[in-house]
């Protein structure tokens, strides 16, 4: 039986389906362009998209197992119920589901109440499923990166509580292992939800001595007002994605993402190795 891949084309998703191949798993994925999606060898490809039902359909035929990761998009909670209403209609009950950190907390962010939707469509509708919480990805900092070499500020009002950022690669791994041991049980399994941390709970301030440490000069932190953070996102995406990001970045300063005790020690239990670090990740962009 196969494996099927939702939001196979991003960050976290093509290591997915990385991940998945290395373990010699069936896998498809579902893709709006096959020519852009430069697959490892041997993975299916289906064209279409989450609110194209024909395509939905034949996506999940002889599929026992999905991963669903859905864009950030103002139609999001719909792809996200029409996709898990075709799953059940296709027989497919195990899942693993990537969500966000908190998502039944931060109830006015649009992205993180969709998710914590979808969440209880899948406790309320029978699904046996792995619900992968993340907290902020470092991968994010390839989109600021250029504001710190250039300007040796750390923009992100990411605040003084701390978020304990996570590695993409270790987002995938972990949601690799979660749906193979889905795909190989004799019977569905219950539901659990995993918090996915990064090794260290890092405040703005702390972003911007690493930084600096890096560069081997003064990197600031720009400070916990989002206006400029908005107001720089919308030039490059739609004013209602800016504004959401903004009402993320709120939460960022406001809560913080804290891992509860026992999170990073359930992590290195179930990949088997330390979680990847910021640092590491501030010096690839350093050096590139």
Request: proline share 5%; hydrophobic share 50%; glycine share 8%.
């Given at each position: 039986?196969?494996?099927?891949?939702?939001?196979?084309?991003?960050?976290?998703?093509?290591?997915?389906?990385?991940?998945?191949?290395?373990?010699?798993?069936?896998?498809?994925?579902?893709?709006?362009?096959?020519?852009?999606?430069?697959?490892?060898?041997?993975?299916?490809?289906?064209?279409?998209?989450?609110?194209?039902?024909?395509?939905?359909?034949?996506?999940?035929?002889?599929?026992?197992?999905?991963?669903?990761?859905?864009?950030?998009?103002?139609?999001?909670?719909?792809?996200?119920?029409?996709?898990?209403?075709?799953?059940?209609?296709?027989?497919?009950?195990?899942?693993?589901?990537?969500?966000?950190?908190?998502?039944?907390?931060?109830?006015?962010?649009?992205?993180?109440?969709?998710?914590?939707?979808?969440?209880?469509?899948?406790?309320?509708?029978g699904f046996g499923a792995t619900i992968l919480r993340p907290t902020y990805f470092i991968d994010n900092e390839a989109m600021v990166k250029d504001v710190i070499l250039q300007h040796g500020v750390y923009p992100m009002p990411i605040g003084g509580r701390g978020l304990a950022m996570?590695?993409?690669?270790?987002?995938?791994?972990?949601?690799?292992?979660?749906?193979?041991?889905?795909?190989?049980?004799?019977?569905?399994?219950?539901?659990?939800?995993?918090?996915?941390?990064?090794?260290?709970?890092?405040?703005?301030?702390?972003?911007?001595?690493?930084?600096?440490?890096?560069?081997?000069?003064?990197?600031?932190?720009?400070?916990?007002?989002?206006?400029?953070?908005?107001?720089?996102?919308?030039?490059?995406?739609?004013?209602?994605?800016?504004?959401?990001?903004?009402?993320?970045?709120?939460r960022y300063v406001s809560d913080g993402m804290i891992p509860e005790d026992g999170d990073r020690e359930r992590l290195v239990g179930i990949l088997g190795r330390p979680l990847h670090s910021y640092s590491e990740t501030a010096r690839t962009l350093a050096a590139a």
């Amino acid at each position: 039986m196969t494996i099927l891949v939702i939001g196979a084309t991003g960050r976290v998703g093509r290591h997915v389906v990385d991940q998945l191949v290395q373990r010699d798993a069936d896998v498809r994925v579902l893709t709006r362009d096959p020519a852009k999606a430069a697959f490892p060898a041997g993975v299916e490809v289906v064209q279409g998209d989450l609110l194209d039902i024909d395509a939905l359909r034949a996506a999940f035929a002889g599929v026992s197992t999905l991963f669903l990761l859905n864009a950030v998009t103002g139609d999001e909670f719909t792809q996200a119920i029409i996709t898990l209403n075709v799953a059940r209609e296709a027989g497919v009950e195990r899942v693993v589901y990537l969500s966000v950190f908190q998502a039944d907390l931060a109830v006015n962010v649009p992205h993180f109440a969709v998710k914590r939707g979808a969440e209880r469509m899948l406790e309320a509708m029978g699904f046996g499923a792995t619900i992968l919480r993340p907290t902020y990805f470092i991968d994010n900092e390839a989109m600021v990166k250029d504001v710190i070499l250039q300007h040796g500020v750390y923009p992100m009002p990411i605040g003084g509580r701390g978020l304990a950022m996570v590695d993409a690669r270790d987002i995938a791994e972990v949601a690799a292992i979660e749906l193979v041991r889905r795909h190989d049980a004799p019977a569905k399994l219950p539901i659990e939800t995993i918090n996915l941390v990064g090794p260290d709970t890092l405040t703005g301030a702390d972003v911007a001595a690493i930084w600096s440490d890096v560069l081997g000069r003064p990197v600031v932190y720009g400070g916990d007002d989002p206006s400029g953070f908005e107001a720089n996102m919308a030039t490059f995406m739609p004013r209602w994605t800016a504004y959401e990001m903004r009402l993320m970045a709120e939460r960022y300063v406001s809560d913080g993402m804290i891992p509860e005790d026992g999170d990073r020690e359930r992590l290195v239990g179930i990949l088997g190795r330390p979680l990847h670090s910021y640092s590491e990740t501030a010096r690839t962009l350093a050096a590139a």
